[in-house]
């Protein structure tokens, strides 16, 4: 089946915003964080632009794409991954090997609170419970095995480290407010890691479809422009 194209134009906040997407190589933590998105994006940005980019790729340039042969799961999270529930954008913390990565990641005391959270949560027909006590870096782990690019088909990849501040940063580096989000083609955007004064619910809006793509588009920067 032919994949749908997202549209260029979307009203967000009741505006027409364009979407430019910035394709690139295969990022790699060989490529410097700063250099590579400077490189590709300032190249298509123009005054009055938002830059996104994809949590995934910059948490890869990171070096937080961990091979899973690299990865000794221990006890816990042999126990507790068993009990988080799959759902429909991707496995989460549902495998042994993601798991491990959130344990290392806040603590394993953290993420057996978060598992009774989550279970109690569940006996009162709530969800959501495990996440919420488990933390922002635990959720933005991605699994093994559900990456489109195939470099990292066996990576588990940790979000981005401290993504607020990183997105911060990107933008005093590129004179451009840089957003770090996590979409999906399931659940929607989410905005990660933003620098002071951006407007949120304006790249949220517009990142909603997720045009960067689910697969190997290899298009990880979105540049939105808010028409006037």
């Known amino acids: 089946m032919a994949k749908k194209e997202k549209p260029p134009v979307i009203e967000a906040c009741g505006r027409k915003v364009r979407r430019v997407p910035v394709k690139t190589h295969v990022l790699l933590e060989t490529d410097p964080l700063v250099e590579t998105v400077k490189r590709y994006a300032l190249a298509a940005a123009r005054p009055g632009d938002i830059i996104t980019i994809a949590e ?25 991954w068993r009990f988080v529930k799959k759902v429909p954008y991707g496995i989460g913390l549902r495998s042994p090997w993601s798991m491990q990565c959130a344990i290392d990641e806040v603590g394993a005391p953290r993420i057996i609170r978060a598992a009774i959270a989550g279970a109690w949560g569940k006996l009162r027909g709530r969800s959501g419970d495990f996440y919420r006590v488990a933390g922002k870096q635990a959720a933005m782990i991605d699994a ?18 401290d993504p607020d501040g990183t997105a911060q940063m990107l933008s005093r580096e590129l004179g451009f407010p840089v957003a770090i989000v996590d979409a999906n083609d399931i659940f929607g955007c989410a905005v990660v890691g933003v620098p002071e004064g951006l407007d949120v619910k304006l790249v949220q809006e517009a990142m909603r479809d997720n045009p960067a793509g689910q697969g190997n588009e290899l298009t990880p920067i979105i540049i939105l422009r808010p028409e006037v």
């Open 56 to 80: 995934s790729p910059v948490a890869v340039m990171q070096g937080r794409a961990i091979p899973i042969s690299r990865i000794k799961t221990g006890f816990w999270a042999s126990v507790l």
């Open 144 to 161: 093994a095995h559900t990456s489109g690019v195939k470099e990292f088909y066996e990576c588990v990849i940790k979000g981005p480290k």
